[in-house]
């Protein structure tokens, strides 16, 4: 069997989000030439759609090399940087890319991400706005920009683009969770309760509405605190932090329900309120 045969099944197989088989064949192409750009490309996609950045940023750079226009790969590259914790060198190569095609909205949606990470949330904002036009209806772009209105602390704006994420999609239980938190912090105690409520009676182990939903029953007062909170130990085992959280939640129980909404230790525990970490 010849280069290009392993390389077409390597190619194959990517396609096929089997990436154990496609690493694996692709390798073996490369090891017949080393120069076979499109061979080296795939492995690169594989080891990254795996989870192996490191090692998919090395055969990223090493197309580069030999190709340093290659579109898919600097916006894979972009990716990658990004993933790994390097957003000014995923900015950099997106950068590159948004210079043939200003318009893209998946460049400029990755471009907002890089920016976002990197504190400058208000150019971040611009940037996925203008995705946003060119593409109508993105639930990703949507909610970048409630984060950048969140970073910029501005809560109507975040609402606004959460709200606009529910329109798009009314089933969406990322942002039925990120409004019901949204209204946690701007003291709709009621709505943000009923948010959960909804969210639970499909998904009964959501992990983000169970925490949430203990945390506003705490500040509110009058509820079985210690049920409450021990189903929040069992199903939100996942989420960083826990213990102290629940050891806030003991400090507010101990206040009377009249005094918990204004008190500091309440604001601390709502400021643990969970966005929803799952994909929309």
């Not at 909610?143 to 999609?169: F, K, P, S, T, Y």
């Not at 939640?249 to 969970?274: P, W």
Request: aromatic letters at 4%; glycine letters at 6%; hydrophobic letters at 40%.
């Amino acid at each position: 069997m010849n280069a290009m045969s392993f390389s077409e099944m390597g190619l194959a197989a990517l396609k096929r989000r089997q990436f154990d088989a496609a690493i694996n064949m692709l390798r073996q192409a490369l090891s017949e030439n080393m120069d076979n750009l499109e061979a080296r490309f795939g492995l690169a996609r594989a080891l990254h759609e795996k989870g192996s950045i490191v090692e998919a940023l090395g055969e990223y750079r090493t197309v580069l090399q030999s190709d340093a226009g290659h579109e898919d790969c600097l916006y894979h590259t972009a990716r990658a940087l990004l993933e790994n914790g390097d957003p000014r060198g995923a900015l950099n190569h997106v950068d590159i890319i948004l210079r043939a095609k200003p318009t893209n909205p998946d460049f400029l949606t990755l471009r907002g991400q890089a920016l976002l990470d990197l504190g400058h949330s208000k150019t971040a904002l611009s940037s996925l706005q203008t995705a946003a036009h060119h593409s109508p209806g993105s639930q990703t772009i949507h909610r970048l920009m409630a984060a950048c209105h969140r970073a910029n602390g501005d809560i109507d704006g975040e609402r606004r683009a959460v709200e606009q994420l529910l329109r798009i999609d009314p089933t969406s239980l990322t942002a039925s969770n990120d409004l019901g938190v949204i209204n946690l912090r701007d003291g709709q105690f009621i709505a943000a309760f009923e948010a959960f409520e909804q969210i639970l009676a499909q998904t009964p182990d959501h992990s983000e509405a169970t925490l949430n939903r203990a945390i506003t029953l705490t500040v509110m007062g009058g509820m079985d605190h210690q049920a409450i909170w021990e189903r929040v130990m069992a199903v939100c085992r996942d989420i960083d932090g826990l213990d102290d959280i629940r050891a806030l939640a003991d400090t507010v129980t101990e206040l009377t329900d009249d005094k918990r909404q204004d008190s500091k230790d309440a604001v601390a525990l709502i400021a643990h309120a969970a966005l929803a970490t799952t994909d929309i």
